[in-house]
Each structure stands twice: as structure tokens, then as C-alpha cells.
């Protein structure tokens, strides 16, 4: 019977995904673990593996299709003994293909050729509305103000009779029980219910108020150029539009004195050993100690070590730390886990590895998912302070400034430092002021006094 192979959930988000290249073709023959296709999701380029043997009897999916569902078949595998060439379409027992493969998205028209909006055609005016006749003297007050017994008060509100239409039979016109009574028994109007409130738009419709052509309307033809999403940009801004949503941001920020740590890093760079190329084997950024501070300091206040689960706090027992990484287009944040235990030459490895397959698009998943935390550093840009957006469900993140000299005060004179600014990001349902304060304070010890990462 023909297997059918299926478009794979690579990431735990992923919905769709583009097939980018067939490395087989129909006719060839296919083994176990033999790499068959490469699938580009939100992130990254994967390879996808063969997990049956046979022969590639039909390709339902052409190359460079964008959008092919999760678990929809793309390719069909004969078994042993079946004819390859009567194999037409997907096999049966599986997800039903799509009648045609989906197509590319088509290049966008040059920006001089989109036809503006029409506007809508004016909507014909409405009839003035009369007028409401003059109410006589003391009626309007009337409306407002009825004067009723507590009981004839009750018995009106339990009918549903409106007490601004009873005829009152007491003294100065006050509504008593008889009249409510009698109003009741000769059909007097009812009360009016109020008018529902309108709903609320969903945060959805919020988010996206504007249709691209009323974007486009704005702005001169020929006076921009047209940029579709990507799977990468298409994601960030999902996510990061849900987060600012749904999350409940709070910030903190406090400088960090840099003399120690630059003396350190200076002194473990020169003495790093070199290659036959004479090169040295490693060379330590601020943002390795960055890393490797937060990863200590969460393990000393372990409550901040925390994420968000929908109905609870799970609380982590290692430091999986996730650095920013820019690439062309987006954006990557690959985890360096248990960053707590690995030594500050181990972490400048790992993170330059990590960094090097993200701007080449070839993470796995499981390298940039999970953490409980992140660190985005845009000091190189000469950046001095910014506050960033949480990624879910980690609980914090830390936005890392440049160092520069700043005059302060010690011993009641004026001292000459190197300093940065960082703010910490904090989830509120998990990191409160307090224990986030507490955080960063322990953050702060560890960049001022480095020997302690090393110990």
C-alpha cells in the first residue's frame, strides 16, 4: 500500500510551512533516514528525513510551494512489490490532499501600477428627525423624579410599569399602591429596558485597524515599494503583538560599574592560548560575562527563575539563558542552557556557533525555544538604554546598554567610571517588583565584583 509522506511539524508553533527543494525525485529510491527535502519554517531551513523505504511514486508538492499545511502529504512512497507509476495521487486512510499544490505568493505589482482605493460612495443624507415637542412645565421633572410609596415602588418594578405614566391619587400627586394596581390592571406602558453596551473589540481587530489598501491610500502612488512577509517577520510580529497584549510589563533599570570586568576580560584575552595559526583560541565579549551574571544571579534568587504556564509558575532548576541574535530580516534568539555551569570560554563558544547557524538560518528548534530568560544587548549600536519585549512564556528579559565613562561620586568627590545601563523586563504574573529588584541587584554584584563567576 503507497505511504504518504507529510508536510512536518518542525517547531512547536509551527502551522505551515514553504517546501523550499526536493533532494529526491520521482523514480528514486528512498531509505530510512535518507534526507528527502528541505522544508523552510517561521525560523529556519530544516532538513526533512525519510522514515519508510520504497520508491518516490508521486510528489504532490512542488518545490518552492509556500504555505503547505502541517500534516498535509506532500510526496507518496511505493511499498516493496507496488508499481511506482500507478500511484496517482495521495494514498488513502491519510489527510486528503488539496486539489492544487498551494501556490507561491505572486511578486507584488511595481508600486506605480496599484490602483488606489475608490473611495465609497457617499451615503445619501439622512431626513432631519423632528423635533421632540415641548414638554409643559414640570413634566420634564416629572420624568425624572416620581413621587411613589416604597410599596407602590415595588409592585411597579415587579410588573415592569414605567411610574413616569401612573397618575398619582395621593397626596400631592403621589403614586400609591391602588394606582400601580390599577395601572397594572389597565395595561399602562412598560418600563423601556436599557440598551446593551456594545461589545468591546477584540484585542485582534485592534491590533490591525487599518486594511493594507487604507495603509496604501494614504501615500502616493509610486512613492513606496512593497515588502511581503516572510514566514520569520510574519511570526515576530504574532508574537510580539501578543505579548505586549497579554503580558503585563513592568521595568526596572539600575547602572552597572564595568572597570573589573573590562580588567578581567582583558586579562583572560591576552592570556588566551593560540592555534598553529597563532591565533588565540578564544576571545571574551561583555556580553559572555552579561550572559553568564544573569545565569548566576537567577540561580541565587531561583523564584525570578520562572515562566509562565496559563494556570501556574513552573519554576526551573537550570539558567537556560536566550541571547538575541539579528539576522537579515528578523531576529533569532538561540538558549544557552545551564549557562550557569559552563565556564565564560565554554558560553563564548557555544554562543558563537549558535550565532553563526542563526544568520544562516539552520537552528534546530530545540536551540531556540524554552529559557526563562533573554538577553538582548544593543550596546554596540551605542544604544545607552531601551526597554525590551518579553518573549513567552519566559518571564524576563534584559536589555543591555552601551559602556561609556560617566562622571559619579565616590568619597564625596567626583570619579571618572565606565559604566552601562540595563533594564530588566519583567513578567508581572510571575516576577513581581520586589523579587525583580532582587534579580537585578544580584546581577548588578556579579558584574561589579567578576571573580565571583569564576568561583
Same mark, same amino acid.
Given at each position: 500500500?503507497?505511504?504518504?509522506?507529510?508536510m512536518?511539524?518542525?517547531?512547536?508553533?509551527?502551522?505551515?510551512?514553504?517546501?523550499?527543494k526536493?533532494?529526491?525525485?520521482?523514480?528514486?529510491?528512498?531509505?530510512?533516514?535518507?534526507?528527502?527535502?528541505?522544508?523552510?519554517?517561521?525560523?529556519?531551513?530544516?532538513?526533512?528525513?525519510?522514515?519508510?523505504?520504497?520508491?518516490?511514486?508521486?510528489?504532490?508538492?512542488?518545490?518552492?510551494?509556500?504555505?503547505?499545511?502541517?500534516?498535509?502529504?506532500?510526496?507518496?512512497?511505493?511499498?516493496?512489490?507496488?508499481?511506482?507509476?500507478?500511484?496517482?495521487?495521495?494514498?488513502?486512510?491519510?489527510? #486528503? $490532499?488539496?486539489?492544487? @499544490?498551494?501556490?507561491a &505568493?505572486? +511578486? =507584488? !505589482? /511595481?508600486? %506605480?501600477?496599484?490602483?488606489? *482605493? #475608490? $473611495?465609497?460612495?457617499? @451615503?445619501?443624507p439622512? &431626513?432631519? +428627525? =423632528? !423635533? /421632540?415637542? %415641548?414638554?409643559?412645565?414640570? *413634566? #420634564?421633572?416629572?420624568?425624572?423624579?416620581?413621587?411613589?410609596?416604597?410599596?407602590?415602588?415595588?409592585? %411597579?418594578?415587579?410588573?415592569?410599569?414605567?411610574?413616569?405614566?401612573?397618575?398619582?391619587?395621593?397626596?400631592?400627586?403621589r403614586?400609591?399602591?391602588?394606582?400601580?394596581?390599577?395601572?397594572?390592571?389597565?395595561?399602562?406602558?412598560?418600563?423601556?429596558?436599557?440598551?446593551?453596551?456594545?461589545?468591546?473589540?477584540?484585542?485582534?481587530?485592534?491590533?490591525s485597524?487599518?486594511?493594507?489598501?487604507?495603509?496604501?491610500?494614504?501615500?502616493?502612488?509610486?512613492?513606496?515599494?512593497?515588502?511581503?512577509?516572510?514566514?520569520?517577520?510574519?511570526?515576530?510580529?504574532?508574537?510580539?503583538?501578543?505579548?505586549?497584549?497579554?503580558?503585563?510589563?513592568?521595568?526596572?533599570?539600575?547602572?552597572?560599574?564595568?572597570?573589573?570586568?573590562?580588567?578581567?576580560?582583558?586579562?583572560?584575552?591576552?592570556?588566551?592560548?593560540?592555534?598553529?595559526?597563532?591565533?588565540p583560541?578564544?576571545?571574551?565579549?561583555?556580553?559572555?560575562?552579561?550572559?553568564?551574571?544573569?545565569?548566576?544571579?537567577?540561580?541565587?534568587?531561583p523564584?525570578?527563575?520562572?515562566?509562565?504556564?496559563?494556570?501556574?509558575?513552573?519554576?526551573?532548576?537550570?539558567?537556560?539563558?536566550?541571547?538575541?541574535?539579528?539576522?537579515?530580516?528578523?531576529?533569532?534568539?538561540?538558549?544557552?542552557r545551564?549557562?550557569?555551569?559552563?565556564?565564560?570560554?565554554?558560553?563564548?563558544?557555544?554562543?558563537?556557533?549558535?550565532?553563526?547557524?542563526?544568520?544562516?538560518?539552520?537552528?534546530?528548534p530545540?536551540?531556540?525555544?524554552?529559557?526563562?530568560?533573554?538577553?538582548?544587548?544593543?550596546?554596540?549600536?551605542?544604544?545607552?538604554?531601551?526597554?525590551?519585549?518579553?518573549?513567552?512564556?519566559?518571564?524576563?528579559?534584559?536589555?543591555?546598554?552601551?559602556?561609556?565613562?560617566?562622571?559619579?561620586?565616590?568619597?564625596?568627590?567626583p570619579?571618572?567610571v565606565?559604566?552601562?545601563?540595563?533594564?530588566?523586563?519583567?513578567?508581572?504574573?510571575?516576577?513581581?517588583?520586589?523579587?525583580?529588584?532582587?534579580?537585578?541587584?544580584?546581577?548588578?554584584?556579579?558584574?561589579?565584583?567578576?571573580m565571583?563567576m569564576?568561583?
Amino acid at each position: 500500500m503507497p505511504i504518504n509522506i507529510l508536510m512536518p511539524a518542525l517547531s512547536p508553533t509551527m502551522e505551515k510551512g514553504n517546501l523550499a527543494k526536493w533532494l529526491k525525485k520521482e523514480g528514486d529510491t528512498v531509505k530510512s533516514g535518507d534526507v528527502i527535502a528541505e522544508i523552510e519554517t517561521d525560523k529556519a531551513t530544516m532538513e526533512v528525513e525519510a522514515v519508510d523505504e520504497g520508491i518516490l511514486a508521486k510528489i504532490l508538492i512542488a518545490e518552492g510551494t509556500a504555505d503547505v499545511p502541517v500534516n498535509q502529504p506532500i510526496a507518496v512512497i511505493a511499498g516493496e512489490g507496488e508499481d511506482p507509476k500507478s500511484v496517482t495521487g495521495a494514498a488513502s486512510g491519510g489527510p #486528503a $490532499p488539496k486539489a492544487e @499544490a498551494t501556490a507561491a &505568493p505572486p +511578486a =507584488p !505589482a /511595481p508600486a %506605480a501600477e496599484v490602483p488606489q *482605493a #475608490a $473611495p465609497p460612495p457617499a @451615503a445619501a443624507p439622512m &431626513p432631519a +428627525a =423632528p !423635533a /421632540p415637542a %415641548a414638554k409643559p412645565n414640570g *413634566a #420634564a421633572e416629572r420624568e425624572n423624579r416620581v413621587f411613589a410609596s416604597p410599596l407602590a415602588k415595588r409592585i %411597579a418594578k415587579e410588573a415592569g410599569i414605567d411610574l413616569a405614566s401612573v397618575q398619582g391619587s395621593g397626596p400631592h400627586g403621589r403614586v400609591v399602591e391602588k394606582d400601580v394596581k390599577a395601572a397594572v390592571a389597565g395595561g399602562a406602558p412598560k418600563r423601556a429596558e436599557p440598551a446593551a453596551a456594545p461589545k468591546a473589540a477584540p484585542a485582534a481587530a485592534l491590533a490591525s485597524s487599518l486594511s493594507s489598501d487604507q495603509v496604501k491610500a494614504m501615500f502616493e502612488a509610486g512613492t513606496y515599494e512593497e515588502i511581503p512577509l516572510d514566514g520569520m517577520r510574519k511570526t515576530i510580529a504574532k508574537r510580539l503583538v501578543e505579548s505586549k497584549q497579554t503580558v503585563p510589563h513592568f521595568y526596572l533599570a539600575l547602572d552597572c560599574e564595568l572597570d573589573a570586568l573590562m580588567a578581567m576580560r582583558e586579562q583572560i584575552n591576552a592570556g588566551a592560548p593560540k592555534d598553529k595559526d597563532g591565533k588565540p583560541t578564544y576571545k571574551l565579549s561583555v556580553n559572555d560575562f552579561v550572559i553568564k551574571a544573569l545565569a548566576i544571579a537567577l540561580q541565587r534568587v531561583p523564584a525570578a527563575n520562572s515562566v509562565w504556564a496559563d494556570d501556574r509558575i513552573l519554576r526551573l532548576k537550570h539558567s537556560d539563558v536566550g541571547v538575541a541574535v539579528a539576522v537579515e530580516g528578523g531576529l533569532f534568539t538561540p538558549v544557552i542552557r545551564k549557562a550557569e555551569v559552563k565556564t565564560l570560554t565554554a558560553i563564548s563558544a557555544e554562543m558563537k556557533d549558535l550565532a553563526g547557524r542563526a544568520r544562516n538560518r539552520r537552528l534546530k528548534p530545540e536551540e531556540y525555544t524554552g529559557g526563562s530568560t533573554a538577553v538582548s544587548n544593543l550596546g554596540m549600536f551605542g544604544i545607552k538604554d531601551f526597554l525590551a519585549v518579553i518573549n513567552p512564556p519566559q518571564g524576563t528579559i534584559l536589555a543591555v546598554g552601551a559602556g561609556e565613562q560617566r562622571v559619579v561620586v565616590k568619597n564625596n568627590a567626583p570619579a571618572i567610571v565606565q559604566a552601562m545601563t540595563v533594564t530588566l523586563s519583567c513578567d508581572h504574573r510571575v516576577v513581581d517588583g520586589a523579587l525583580g529588584a532582587e534579580l537585578l541587584a544580584a546581577f548588578k554584584v556579579l558584574i561589579e565584583n567578576p571573580m565571583g563567576m569564576l568561583v
